[in-house]
């Protein structure tokens, strides 16, 4: 547990109890392919996807919590992730080099090899 | 449903017999990546009650602080916990409306029952008019 003040590293400054970080800039990560029940702000279709960490955004208290009229703390650290656009859609006509950036919290995230 | 579009994501089990640790596979408003035909962008102007619910959830998001009466994120499961049909049917505001009352029972602001009761005045308000 860290406390996050002021510009703790993150994009946007936030002052909770936050879990620590795990990860850090260019850590490859694997989405969580877990289906629970309630309010989930990772899309379903990134789900068991490996990405690298473009950036820590802040701690923030856990949507998934807040969901429930629960505070949501200890804060849980928000990634920003990069995915190949090749790599989550295997027929995508792009360029092989696109990406798409999505905001993940920490507990939806495992390190990848 | 509609097939979702090839993804390594949709290769994936769907069935309770191959996943039985998977209750609801993908929420119907969780809808990212499957087909929905061409994006039109078309210029639209808010009806006047749309404003009003947008200018009721900031107020109750607590502004200038006031106390919060609810967060966008239990905004967001009260119309996730919409059925698919009511979810498709609704417009935007009209599933905010709904979100936003359905938040209000839960947190004990009003009472259904005083709801339903407001409900009806209302409705026999606007039969009265209409007879004048």
């Known amino acids: 547990m860290q406390e996050v003040a002021g510009a703790g590293g993150g994009q946007y400054a936030t002052h909770y109890t936050a879990v620590a970080a795990r990860f850090a800039q260019g850590d490859r990560v694997r989405v969580r392919d877990s289906a629970p029940l309630g309010h989930i702000r990772t899309p379903f279709y990134i789900r068991g996807h490996v990405g690298v960490i473009e950036r820590y955004c802040g701690a ?40 798409i950036d999505i905001e993940i919290f920490q507990h939806w995230l495992e390190r990848a090899k | 449903m ?31 990546g499957l087909p929905a035909g061409r994006v039109e962008p078309s210029e639209h102007d808010y009806a006047e009650w749309e404003r009003r619910v947008d200018a009721l959830m900031v107020l109750l ?23 698919p049909e009511a979810y498709d049917s609704m417009s935007y505001y009209e599933r905010w409306v709904t979100s936003i009352t359905q938040t209000m029972i839960q947190r004990g602001v009003i009472t259904t ?20």
């Open chain 1, 60 to 99: 923030f208290p856990n949507p998934e919590e807040l969901a429930q009229m629960r505070d949501g703390l200890p804060a849980q650290p928000l990634y920003r992730v990069r995915f190949l656009e090749t790599e989550v859609w295997p027929d995508y006509a792009g360029r092989a080099h696109d990406t």
């Open chain 2, 2 to 32: 509609a097939k979702p579009i090839k993804s390594a994501a949709s290769n994936r089990p769907t069935s309770r017999d191959e996943r039985p640790d998977r209750l609801i596979e993908r929420g119907h408003h969780d809808m990212g």
């Open chain 2, 61 to 83: 998001s607590g502004v200038k602080g006031a106390p919060p009466r609810m967060s966008v994120d239990e905004l967001r499961k009260n119309i996730e916990a919409l059925g």
């Open chain 2, 113 to 132: 029952d005083e709801l339903g009761r407001k409900m009806e005045e209302i409705r026999k308000r606007r039969e009265d008019a209409c007879k004048k």
